[in-house]
């Protein structure tokens, strides 16, 4: 015996002997062997507190050997930064690896936080929803944020590496124990293409502690045979490592893979997405805690889980060994414990008629026995020292120990099956729920289908709350649920499950109620005088362990979590001095140099007095081409479509079907039976998808194609009253004075060098403006050349913020910015056109209705501050009242400090905005009320001479 | 997440597709009344049981087309073109069987 590790026995168990690992838990150094978890090791070590209980920061031990462990959560460093809430039950114990209890202060031992226990009484059921209500929420938030919650993120940035992976299968094994082996065995011979996930790192289930005779073989043997012959098999893939998290429709399984986890050269987790032909669920099936008082001392454990620590890992979890069942898994594991060199003193049993074989078993050893008794409470502070229970005869007892292994029944472990869409049903006889009506293509075997393999036992005696309250009753040890607490919620009319489980919290933890969903059911059967059958089970969503955000993510972070779209000039811009800002998608520039303010009204002032260039290259394209193209596009646009010549531009809004702008933009008719619609360019995809499915889905008998052509033609504008002269000097272009094309043409050719150009005369700004478009790759040299004809300094490049400030001072709308989810053509001034039209177009039907007519709705107008140097921010509210409190009547969506006027000018949505011209406001912002007049939205140039010049 | 039959490039999983709700009924006249303009705007059968629905293969080939599911077991029964009639789909040994147009 090694020491270091007094509980460790000199032999047996499957670990690695010849080799030592060493890590820290809470400072201290441990040593184990490869083969071990970090349970393991330190249960050999003689620790037995290994965490604090969440809302109480009482102490407590490790209940589990596996997944469902509630208590020994760890927060692990093994070299990749620190992981919270690890459970110690699965861990590997690594070489190096440093290990820290969680929700304690300033040591899992001395806990300042246990404080909190000694005033329970005041935490009762659904306390949160009682306490926190005067005066608010609020005034408790950052207290209760701080102490709440189970572990803390890790700092820094995360060094794992996450991938994806998509696979298929025929079928798929969830679970490597005898059962789930016999499936991939009898699928594999088969020639079926098999995937066995196992969360354990080695297969085997509970042959990994629990030895029996299978097919006439000792297990250890099968196990071998059974392992090298699938891994022999082409068609036969074997998964350690990694958890079967979520099933979905249709046979996906959702796989966490860390069996890369612990890599030196640095960790790697993979998620999987498994379609499988058929599913076999091999998923075992989870002891149940007793119902006792103090059931939560350091020491109390799961009497399978003592097994396993004995079987698997050679570890004695105690010397004096008090069993409390109600079932004969119960039995099996503490004969076998006994077997194994941990003592037990004495197995106290509620049953009263407990199977002949097994008392004869027990007495045989020299267990005393005490069928048909009630286990009243575990003594102790921090460890168990003692079992006092009432025997069958009343008479209360005594037994000394140090281990309380308890076993409160089997519940097979169904999540994945119930969210495949598996019913379950209560069943009396062994007290769970077992799969009643299996899914299509999904079939459950072993122990997670009810069979436990002692069926010809007795039945199971559901627990009670102990008659005698000396100590509480834990139903849920990580959210530090008692049995009073589930009988106060009952009190207080809380009897759906549902309802019981959100106010109480129990089994909303981490755990997600593995160790105690069970027990709150039953509990709530008994106290409303119901089955647990009518109380009915809740759905354990996925995922059945918790999931690294990081595995879920994938490779979709930092630059892949969204990829950014970049100019084909982008370095161009760079090289202008451009600070770049994202504008949906797209990395644009929002201006041009080192002060914002300055650089902007710079940029807004060239356009107004000379000449500015803006890349409008994200504007959206989309060819629409076809003899019912026209026809087409009347019905998508609120504008008259047909009526407009080749060769022109028309002014355009489109709605949804519920009569509200959704676009705007200019539409080009090329040719006859060809069209060009300019869409907003955060918009262009969603709008070329969406008159795709209006074709294909409702005007499928109109013959045209449709194409989004946006990321071919790079798009220069130019604006300013010397736009035309810059734009004309390009040899090969068409004569641009206005005689010949005016505001609102377009033009396509090619220039004298060959490349193909497209000009549209529109404009944002309000000034004479030209959009040439040239194929995306000649960007940059377009951009160059007109810089050149321009001459030194004179064409200068504007962002982003420039044109919004331009497009605000001329009153020109920006979707979704001054509109949005209400707003209708008529809210902002569209009105005339609507009424014109006598076709029927999208949304049309929808702006009859009186809702939409109503004039005092909040309609587009402009307004001016009263104090010239005020300024105001979009959101801004308008408001009326002020001694009975504010009302809001609409809200800024567009304001500026426009350079060309000199004061803060915006436009806004208002409550009959349209009949009150002239009239004063308040604008509300961050406490201010500032005086505001209403005016025209228009404040430049509102007869358009310059635009049209 | 479903497999979904496109007809034109066969079985793909769902995260190829977009989704666009249960096929509604067809337009109305611009002269229909306000209440038969908002059922069609706003009400949908919802149905636990068949639904006819609209899918695109938005990441293949990019066609609209319609999927007869039911609600329940997520089975497809058949799939057929955008303007199309929907096939007659013999689900009598389902439960469920119900809700279908
Ligand atoms: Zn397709």
Request: charged share 25%; proline share 5%; net charge neutral.
């Amino acid at each position: 015996m090694s020491p270091s590790q007094p509980l460790r026995k000199a032999q047996g168990g499957r670990i690695d002997r010849t080799r030592t690992v060493a890590f820290r838990f809470d400072g201290r150094r441990y040593l184990g062997h490869p083969g071990d978890t970090l349970a393991s090791a330190l249960l050999a070590n003689g620790v037995k507190v290994m965490g604090r209980s969440m809302k109480l920061h009482r102490p407590r031990g490790v209940l589990s050997a596996g997944v469902e462990e509630p208590n020994a959560l760890f927060s692990v460093d093994w070299g990749s930064g620190k992981i919270p809430s690890i459970r110690a039950t699965v861990m590997p114990a690594l070489d190096g690896l440093v290990a820290q209890s969680q929700n304690c202060f300033p040591s899992v031992n001395f806990d300042l936080g246990r404080a909190l226990d000694f005033t329970h009484r005041l935490w009762p059921a659904g306390f949160y929803y009682k306490m926190f209500k005067w005066p608010s929420w609020r005034a408790f938030e950052w207290a209760v944020r701080r102490t709440a919650g189970i572990g803390r993120l890790p700092d820094g940035t995360d060094r794992t590496r996450y991938r994806h992976l998509n696979s298929h299968c025929d079928v798929l094994v969830v679970g490597s124990g005898p059962s789930g082996l016999a499936a991939a065995l009898e699928a594999g011979r088969r020639g079926e293409d098999v995937l066995v996930v196992e969360q354990d790192v080695a297969f085997g289930g509970s042959l990994l502690h629990d030895p029996m005779a299978i097919d006439g073989a000792a297990s250890d043997d099968w196990l071998e045979a059974a392992l090298a012959e699938l891994d022999g098999m082409d068609n036969v893939r074997l998964m350690a490592n990694a958890t079967a998290a979520g099933c979905y429709d249709h046979n996906l399984v959702t796989i966490h893979d860390r069996s890369a986890a612990y890599r030196s050269d640095g960790p790697v987790e993979t998620f999987h997405k498994v379609r499988a032909r058929r599913i076999v669920l091999a998923t075992g099936a989870t002891e149940q805690p007793m119902l006792f008082g103090n059931n939560d001392l350091p020491g109390i454990m799961l009497a399978g889980a003592v097994h396993a620590y004995v079987g698997r890992y050679a570890v004695n979890c105690g010397q004096r060994v008090a069993g409390v069942v109600n079932n004969d898994a119960g039995w099996h594991s503490l004969l076998a414990v006994h077997d194994a060199g941990t003592a037990v003193r004495a197995i106290v049993d509620t049953r009263g008629d407990v199977e002949r074989e097994l008392l004869d078993a027990a007495e045989e050893r020299g267990i005393a026995v005490h069928p048909g008794a009630t286990p009243l409470t575990a003594r102790g502070s921090s460890g168990v020292r003692g079992l006092r229970f009432a025997a069958a005869n009343e008479t209360t007892k005594q037994v000394d120990c140090d281990l309380i292994a308890m076993s409160g029944g089997l519940n097979p472990t169904t999540q994945l099956y119930s969210q495949a869409g598996g019913k379950l049903r209560y069943d009396e006889r062994r007290h769970c729920f077992v799969p009643d009506k299996d899914p299509a293509d999904l079939d459950v075997v072993g122990a997670a289908s009810g069979s436990f393999g002692w069926e010809n036992g007795s039945s199971v005696r559901p627990c009670t709350v102990a008659p005698v309250r000396t100590g509480r009753q834990w139903v849920d040890f990580q959210h530090d649920v008692t049995a009073a607490d589930i009988e106060l919620a009952v009190r207080e009319n809380y009897v759906s499950v549902e309802h019981m489980k959100r106010y109480t919290t129990a089994g909303m933890a981490v755990d997600q109620g593995k160790t105690s969903n069970l027990g709150v059911l039953s509990l709530l059967a008994q106290l409303t005088g119901r089955s647990p059958g009518e109380v009915g089970t809740t759905t354990a969503r996925p995922q059945f362990m918790p999931v690294t955000m990081g595995a879920i993510a994938g490779n979709r972070r930092g630059d892949f979590y969204r990829p950014a779209k970049r100019l084909a000039a982008h370095d161009w811009h760079a090289g202008e001095g451009a600070v770049f800002d994202d504008y949906g998608a797209w990395k644009r520039p929002a201006f041009y140099g080192d002060d914002r303010d300055a650089s902007i009204a710079r940029e807004v002032l060239a356009v107004r007095q000379s000449v500015g260039f803006f890349d409008g290259s994200p504007l959206g394209k989309i060819e629409v081409k076809g003899p019912d193209a026209a026809r087409f596009l009347d019905r998508i646009y609120v504008n008259n479509v047909l009526t407009l010549k080749p060769g022109r531009v028309r002014y355009g809004l489109m709605l949804n079907e519920n009569g509200v702008v959704i676009d705007d933009g200019v539409f080009v008719r090329q040719d006859e039976d060809h069209f060009l619609v300019n869409t907003t360019s955060g918009n262009a995809e969603r709008i070329a998808a969406w008159l795709e499915e209006w074709h294909q889905c409702e005007f499928f008998d109109m013959r045209l194609v449709l194409s989004n052509v946006t990321s071919q033609w790079a798009v220069a504008t130019l604006a300013g009253p010397d736009a035309r002269a810059v734009l004309q000097s390009l040899p090969g272009l068409i004569d641009l004075s206005t005689a010949s094309f005016p505001h609102l043409r377009f033009a396509a050719g090619h220039l004298a060098d060959g490349m193909p150009y497209r000009l549209q005369r529109v404009s944002f700004s309000g000034e004479q403006s030209y959009e040439l478009s040239v194929p995306s790759n000649r960007a940059a040299s377009i951009f160059e050349r007109l810089q050149a004809a321009a001459g030194p300094g004179k064409l200068v490049p504007i962002g982003v913020e420039a044109l919004m400030v331009l497009r605000t001072e001329k009153g020109f709308v920006h979707v979704g910015v001054d509109t949005d989810g209400t707003t209708n053509p008529l809210d902002i001034g569209f009105g005339a056109v609507v009424d014109r039209k006598q076709r029927d177009f999208i949304g049309a039907r929808s702006l009859a209705r009186p809702n939409d007519r109503r004039t005092d709705r909040r309609q587009l107008v402009g307004f001016e501050l009263l104090d010239r140097n005020a300024s105001v921010p979009a959101g801004a509210h308008f408001v009326t009242g002020s001694n009975g409190g504010r009302r809001s009547e609409g809200f800024v969506t567009s304001a500026c400090d426009s350079p060309t006027l000199g004061r803060t000018i915006g436009i806004g949505l208002i409550e009959g905005g349209f009949g009150r011209k002239g009239e004063e406001v308040l604008v509300y912002d961050s406490g201010r009320n500032l005086p505001a007049r209403i005016v025209d939205p228009c404040f430049y140039d509102p007869s358009g001479e310059r635009m049209r010049a | 997440m479903l497999r979904i039959p496109c007809p034109y490039c066969g079985e793909r999983d769902e995260a190829e597709f977009r989704y666009g709700g249960e096929v509604p009924g067809s337009i109305p006249q611009t002269d229909v009344g306000d209440q038969a303009w908002a059922d069609y705007l706003f009400a949908r059968d919802n149905p636990k049981g068949l639904v006819h629905e609209r899918w695109c293969h938005s990441h293949g080939c990019g066609q609209w087309f319609n999927v007869v599911r039911d609600t329940v077991t997520h089975r497809i029964h058949a799939v057929y073109g955008a303007g199309e009639a929907p096939p007659v789909v013999d689900c009598s040994n389902e439960s469920q069987a119900d809700g279908g147009r």
